[in-house]
């Protein structure tokens, strides 16, 4: 089946059957088809050019899940925009995309500047939300577009236009098409051995079990545990976004076998010290979106007696390229901690030398390249190294390296030796201009709970663990690192730390 096929399919298995919580309520999968259903009605009908680019006001509710699912099932593009910035920012993203349509809930649609932008534009504006009477999709009263003129347009057999997390740099958007999401999810079930990898010929089912899903929809591990679950039939518990207590109640509710973490979100429930019974139903924590600390995993696997599974990913793949699984955790868990695992079905791997693209030895650092369904070789931004039994290491960035003074140094080796302080809950490391020595590395510290440590002493650290061009030419310590909102910690944001008139460090 094809991604708009499967999904149709799984919104009439039981209409009445519930589908998503949020707030307390559940969703039906007939109020959840009555969004979607709206939504691809209205994009047919609206006399854009097919595939319609479509934008979606991505905010963590059961109506945007919905109204997601209608563009797809009209085979439009879902053009992600952020309901995390500022007002004037999001107005300001509809004036530079332009999209023919615009849909979002209510309360997204009542924010100053939003609504005036799209009239100002032209746009197609439509309101989706579910209540008692079921879902909705309907234009706001007076709209009469589309009529934005230079409209944009989509890009045939555009899934999503994915929003990056806006760690290095300003966020962009990615391309992801059909094929790319039908592969991943594809990938994922035979990774993750789910019913409809073990028997890919018999009629979706609706799935047991609850998948809690925490990260924001605009953003890639958001929107693709969304679709991974439309897709099993399984039912999702909707955070509008990770808070401790709130998670844990639902883990407490629903009795998860599997649960998902992203490293900052695992490291705040382990700092919570929550009752280790909470996670007797927890058979594996999967973390992905960035570097997992090996010692933060072993910790919390000892306390909770759970298998912790990083994973890797990256949005022009849409979604996962390698991992664990239980077994593997089993038979290789202890020698091999901080490998971020082995290939998902469907993935192949190697590492190759930035400069000559040759393939370099087993176990020697390389640019990593990723060849989904053997199509071509994709180069991706990350340094890796994959050894002798196919485990792939993530050894950082490519594109946030610092030259300093002709040496590259490498923000994660930096935030690494910091996050080994005991004192040192996170770190955030970014380059500055000088004049002198071309950048230099500076960081950002968030200290843990209680702990105290004065910038002289975490610079001494650093002189220990690193080589002398490593460590930070300042080093602030500050009460809340900036972060995005999938919970990485922000590189623009940090480097605005130094910009501030009171940074001394």
């Keep these: 089946m094809s991604l708009s096929e499967r999904i149709a399919t799984v919104l009439a298995i039981d209409p009445s059957a519930d589908a998503v919580e949020h707030d ?24 854009v050019r097919a595939p319609a680019a479509v934008g979606v006001l991505m905010a963590n509710q059961p109506s945007v899940i919905g109204a997601t699912l209608g563009v797809l099932l009209a085979e439009g593009c879902v053009v992600t925009l952020s309901p995390h910035q500022g007002d004037a920012g999001l107005a300001g993203d509809l004036r530079d995309l332009r999209p023919p349509i615009v849909v979002g809930p209510a309360d997204q649609w009542e924010r100053p500047g939003v609504r005036a932008a799209a009239a100002e534009l032209g746009v197609l504006a439509v309101v989706v939300g579910t209540d008692a009477a079921g879902g909705r999709a309907e234009v706001l009263a007076g709209e009469e577009g589309p009529t934005v003129t230079d409209p944009r347009e989509a890009e045939p057999g555009v899934a999503v236009e994915m929003l990056t997390s806006g760690t290095t740099g300003p966020p962009k958007r990615v391309p992801l098409h059909y094929a790319a999401f039908e592969k991943t999810i594809d990938a994922a079930q035979r990774h993750y051995r789910t019913q409809a ?3 890919p ?48 109640d639902l883990v407490a509710r629903h009795r998860p076998k599997a649960v998902s973490l992203v490293p900052t979100a695992l490291r705040m429930v382990y700092d919570a010290d929550l009752d280790p019974e ?9 973390s992905g979106s960035a570097a997992l600390d090996p010692e933060l995993q072993q910790r919390f696997e000892e306390r ?17 390229v390698a991992g664990w699984t239980l077994p593997l955790h089993q038979e290789w868990g202890e020698r091999k901690r901080g490998s971020v695992g082995r290939p998902q079905p469907g993935r192949e791997v190697r590492t190759v030398d930035l400069d000559t693209g040759a393939e370099v030895a087993t176990g020697a650092p390389g640019v990593l390249e990723v060849r989904v ?3 071509e070789w994709v180069r991706t931004t990350d340094r890796a190294r994959i050894d002798a039994d196919g485990f792939v290491w993530i050894d ?13 140094v490498f923000p994660k080796e930096v935030a690494d030796a910091l996050r080994s302080h005991p004192a040192v809950l996170d770190a955030g490391v970014v380059g500055l201009p000088d004049e002198r020595l071309g950048s230099v590395p500076v960081a950002a510290v968030e200290l843990r709970s209680g702990a105290e440590a004065t910038v002289d002493e975490l610079l001494a650290h ?36 130094f910009q501030a008139p009171d940074a001394d460090g």
């Design 24 to 47: 307390g309520r559940w969703t039906t999968w007939a109020q959840l088809a009555g969004v979607a259903e709206g939504v691809r009605d209205l994009v047919t009908g609206s006399g």
């Design 462 to 497: 650093c002189a220990d663990h690193l080589t002398r061009y490593q460590v930070p030419a300042r080093l602030l310590v500050v009460d809340a690192l900036p972060r995005t909102p999938s919970m990485k910690v922000s590189g623009p944001g940090v480097s605005a730390l």
């Design 278 to 286: 909470l996670f007797a139903s927890v058979k594996v924590v999967t």
């Design 304 to 320: 909770y007696g759970v298998a912790v599974l990083p994973s890797y990913g990256a949005t022009e793949f849409a979604g996962g």
């Design 197 to 199: 990898a073990e028997d």
């Design 201 to 248: 010929d018999a009629s979706p089912r609706l799935a047991s079990g609850v998948a809690l899903v925490a990260s924001p929809l605009v953003h890639m591990s958001g929107i693709f545990r969304v679709l991974l679950n439309v897709c099993e039939g399984r039912r999702i518990a909707l955070l509008d976004r990770f808070r401790v207590e709130p998670w844990a």
């Design 373 to 375: 369904a053997s199509g």
């Design 396 to 408: 950082g960035r490519l594109d946030d390296a610092i030259l300093r003074g002709g040496f590259k």
